[in-house]
């Protein structure tokens, strides 16, 4: 029984997006980027990390390399995993973020001040 080839139209449509044009990194990249430090940092390989996240290796990988983005299941069995609250991650993904995009170092200030979701709606 021969496999049918997917089309090149649906192969594109199921690409993974490269940086956007202004070349701010992808939450997902930024969010690889520091799993894989804290990672490296404990002298722990992928294998061990992921078996213990109960996720396949390949998926952190692909997750650590940018190239797949992680749930919020699968990051908290991560986090879980590498002992990093998940609150300590998300902050030095958005300082990452907040200094790569010099547009959201301006709104970082007032989000973290009391109020500042409500003036934000307003």
Known sequence: MSRARTPRSERLLHAVPTAPPTGAPLLRQVVGARLRRAR???????????????VSTGHLSQVERGLAEASSEVLRAV?????L????LLRAVAADLALAEPAAAAL??????????????A
């Open 40 to 54: 490296t940092a404990q002298g722990r390989s992928l294998k061990e990390v992921a078996g213990s996240a109960g």
């Open 79 to 83: 986090c879980r995993s590498l002992s």
């Open 85 to 88: 609250p998940q609150a300590v």
């Open 108 to 121: 970082a200030a007032p989000v973290a001040a009391p109020g500042a979701v409500r003036a934000l709606a």
